[in-house]
């Protein structure tokens, strides 16, 4: 998709705009799964990652229930806006489901999240659930 070919764009113009050992800690929400080459990015944001950096990186688990995500929320607010804003969610995530199953998307596991850090060079790795136990959260450093 776009996102793929911005990251080949950049790959080609040495990769992301900034130099090694730039930052002290990354955070990288539920964006690997929509990407062709995950790797390519791992390996950019652990050369932009100083010594001993943290990074943070999530990703729905495969096949994750979002419907318990739905529940969870709507149990807690009364709010007929965010109640509407959550029954759009839950919709949209009904797609996202299905385009899942269709291949477009890669879900990662914590041990297939922990293999990519790995793979990537990072260390002190760690992985927990989180987001109504249907996502993935690992940390590593550099």
């Known amino acids: 998709g776009d996102l793929d070919n911005l990251w080949d764009s950049a790959r080609s113009n040495s990769g ?3 130099g090694n050992n730039t930052f002290d800690k990354i955070c990288c929400s539920l964006l690997i799964s929509y990407l062709k080459t995950p790797q390519f990015l791992l390996k ?45 969610l839950l919709s949209d995530a009904g797609i996202i489901k299905q385009k899942e199953s269709q291949g477009y998307y890669q879900f990662y596991s914590e041990k297939e999240l922990i293999q990519l850090l790995k793979k990537t060079s990072f260390k002190n790795i760690k992985c927990y659930r989180a987001f109504g136990n249907q996502a993935n959260i690992a940390f590593a450093s550099k």
């Open 16 to 18: 992301i705009y900034f």
């Open 44 to 88: 950019e944001f652990f050369r932009v990652l100083k010594p001993n950096g943290k990074i943070i990186i999530s990703s729905l688990k495969p096949y994750a229930d979002l419907s318990q995500i739905y529940y969870n929320f709507t149990s807690q607010t009364k709010n007929r806006r965010e109640l509407e804003r959550a029954r759009k």
